[in-house]
């Protein structure tokens, strides 16, 4: 159980264009999802959170016009990164909580790498 | 404002012995979670262990334990009878019981096991 899905799990783009990324939760329903990103060999960076049917809370430093963040159901939140350019370049996992069982655990989607040329 | 501090950013151990990966936090908190884990080369982040500081007792998971030092403000993973599926980048983090679920991330450890 607990399972969160990213789509898609690789995307090139060019610059100027914009992207969006896929969060599911499979078999719950994720009153918080969280979106982070990773550079190599570093830590996870938080970028956002978002509860469903809110608007999300952006962390401090995150552009909330280039990084829009959409929960419009349970099981489903989306990341669009608008007019990307190569420093957006860089791997972005999702993560899902659950108000049941461990409220206090996130489950993790598999990332996406994001490459803009 | 919480932070984690993981000051081991690699590690190696020889495979079926134990290591020890360190994780120091500061907080004003008394109530909040502590947790490893794992990112092997799939990048898929796995949940290690957890920890509620309330509790006293070390929370343990088969092969990993922790040592959960409070007063410290320590959160140790010991790793025993290493396999080479454990090589990995751990990190900890902590969450508060009142900011929504948020994680702090520690630097990462790399972990290497040698066969």
């Known amino acids: 159980g607990a399972v969160v899905s990213q789509h898609p799990s690789r995307v090139i783009c060019k610059s100027g264009t914009s992207v969006k990324i896929e969060c599911r939760s499979l078999?719950?329903?994720?009153?918080?999802m969280f979106w982070y990103r990773q550079f190599p060999k570093q830590s996870l960076m938080l970028m956002a959170t978002?509860?469903?049917?809110?608007?999300?809370?952006?962390e401090q430093g995150v552009e909330k016009d280039k990084f829009l963040i959409n929960h419009a159901s349970l099981t489903l939140s989306t990341l669009t990164v608008t007019s990307a350019h190569p420093e957006d370049s860089s791997f972005y996992i999702c993560?899902?909580?659950?108000?049941?069982?461990?409220?206090?655990?996130?489950?993790f989607g598999p990332g996406t790498r994001l490459t803009v040329l | 404002a919480q932070t984690v501090t993981q000051s081991q950013p690699e590690m190696s151990v020889q495979e079926a012995e134990t290591v020890t990966l360190s994780c120091t936090y500061d907080?004003?908190?008394?109530?909040?979670?502590l947790f490893w884990y794992k990112q092997p080369p799939s990048r898929q982040m796995i949940l290690v262990i957890r920890?509620?500081?309330?509790?006293?007792q070390n929370a343990t998971e088969n092969r990993f334990s922790v040592n959960f030092q409070k007063a410290a403000k320590s959160f140790s993973l010991k790793i025993s009878d290493s396999q080479l599926g454990d090589a990995a980048m751990y990190f900890c983090?902590?969450?508060?019981?009142?900011?929504?679920?948020?994680?702090?991330f520690g630097q990462g450890t790399e972990l290497s096991v040698k066969p």
């Open positions: 993560s899902a909580k659950t108000s049941g069982g461990f409220t206090d655990t996130q489950y």
């Open positions: 078999d719950f329903q994720a009153t918080t």
């Open positions: 978002s509860n469903e049917g809110s608007k999300a809370t952006y």
């Open positions: 907080t004003s908190e008394s109530d909040y979670y």
């Open positions: 920890q509620e500081a309330y509790k006293q």
């Open positions: 983090a902590y969450m508060s019981y009142n900011q929504g679920g948020k994680l702090i």
